[in-house]
C-alpha cells in the first residue's frame, strides 16, 4: 500500500491505495463520487474525465480512467460534484446542458461537462468547430452532438456576461490651494468636524 494526499472537490484526503489502483476507482470506491462515471475503461469515452491540478499550478482534463491514484499524490482534483457554486447553484455548463437539452441517458454527460470546462477555461469563446474539436475525447451514444455543441456555445456566453467589469481606481484626493487636505465629513454621531492640520510652509 502507498500513503497519497490528494485534495478533492476542495478536502483534502489522505490515504493508503495499491500501487495498481486507478484513479477513477479511488474516486468512486474509496471517497464516494460516484458522479464520475466509468465508462469503458479504456480511455476512449472520456465519462471519467475530471479536472485535475498539478503541483505547477497547472489545471487539465484528465481521463481518470488513465492516471493511477498514486500519479495524483499531491494534486487537486476537481470532480462534477465539486462544480456546483454557492447553496450548490448549477454550473455554467451544467445549467446549460439542462436548458439546451443536451443528454439523454446522461450517462456521458459529466465527463462531458468536465471537458467543456476544461475548454471554456483555455478558450472563453470558441466557435462550433472549436468546441467539437475540444469534445472530440468524449463519446455520447445517444445524441448526434448538436445540442450538446449548443449547450456549450451557451453556457461560454453566459460565464463571458458573467465576469465582474475591471475595478476603477478611486481618483486620489484632491489637495486645497494652501497645499491643505479637505476637512473630514462630520460622523452621524454629531461630533465636531476635525481639520486635517496643514503642513507647515
Known sequence: MTRISVTVDGVRYDDDVEPRTLLVHHLRDQLGKIGTVVGCD??????????????????CGVKS???LAV??????????????GPENSL???????????ALQCGFCTPGMIMAAVDLLTENPDPTDAEIREGLEGNLCRC???QNIVRAV???AEAMRTAEPAPSTPEAPEAALPDGGLPKAEPSKGG???????????
Open 153 to 155: 456555445r451557451a453556457a
Open 191 to 201: 461630533v465636531p468636524e476635525e481639520v486635517v492640520p496643514v503642513p507647515a510652509p
Open 71 to 84: 500519479q495524483a499524490d499531491g494534486s487537486e482534483v476537481t470532480t462534477i460534484e465539486g462544480l456546483a
Open 143 to 145: 445524441t448526434g452532438y
Open 42 to 59: 479504456t480511455s476512449n469515452c472520456g465519462a471519467c474525465t475530471i479536472l485535475m491540478t498539478n503541483a505547477d499550478g497547472q489545471r
Open 65 to 67: 480512467c488513465s492516471v
Open 91 to 101: 454550473h455554467p455548463v451544467q445549467k446549460a446542458f439542462h436548458e439546451k437539452h
